[in-house]
């Protein structure tokens, strides 16, 4: 069965690009306008990765993240952004996102970074257990 992928980010170009490059490569990719309707589906159907943007209007991409991160069995979340500020992405990795991909992005830095998300690390790292330094090594995929 394909892993299940929600894009959530309230720019439709993005959201057709991404669908189109993960349909082509076997996901199931569902789409999301909104803040509010992610959460809808998240509530109702099961993913194994969330791409979700920072910046939308009404409730954020972080605020999105905050609400997923006590849910039991959440999905890998990947952060999506035009916003290339190391200040938003240490905030965005210590409220528990799983990666951080900056756009624009080419279809097979997004796959990579898909890729490595998906596979997690070998024993689960916390905020807490990493420095700042290490975060940003880890997490951030520098052009």
Same mark, same amino acid.
């Given at each position: &069965? @394909? %892993?299940? #992928? =929600? !894009? *959530? +980010?309230?720019? @439709? &170009? !993005?959201?057709? $690009? *991404? +669908?189109?490059?993960l349909t082509q490569?076997? $996901?199931?990719? *569902?789409?999301?306008?909104?803040?509010?309707t992610a959460?809808? /589906?998240?509530?109702?159907?099961? $993913?194994? =990765? *969330? =791409? /979700?943007? #920072? %910046?939308m209007p009404g409730m954020t991409g972080l605020d999105v993240l905050r609400l997923m991160r006590a849910r @039991?069995?959440?999905?890998? #979340? /990947? &952060? &999506?952004?035009?916003?290339?500020?190391?200040?938003? !992405?240490?905030?965005?990795?210590?409220?528990?996102?799983?990666?951080?991909?900056a756009k624009p992005f080419k279809p097979q830095d997004l796959l990579k970074r898909i890729e490595t998300v998906l596979k997690g690390p070998a024993q689960a790292k916390t905020p807490e257990t990493k420095t700042p330094e290490t975060k940003a090594t880890d997490e951030l995929i520098l052009d």
């Open positions: &069965m @394909p %892993n299940r #992928i =929600l !894009i *959530v +980010d309230d720019d @439709p &170009m !993005i959201r057709q $690009f *991404v +669908d189109l490059v490569q076997g $996901f199931k990719a *569902v789409a999301a306008a909104s803040s509010d959460m809808q /589906l998240l509530g109702r159907e099961g $993913f194994s =990765l *969330v =791409l /979700l943007d #920072i %910046n @039991p069995g959440r999905p890998k #979340i /990947l &952060m &999506m952004t035009a916003h290339r500020d190391p200040a938003t !992405i240490m905030k965005a990795l210590e409220q528990g996102a799983d990666g951080y991909l």
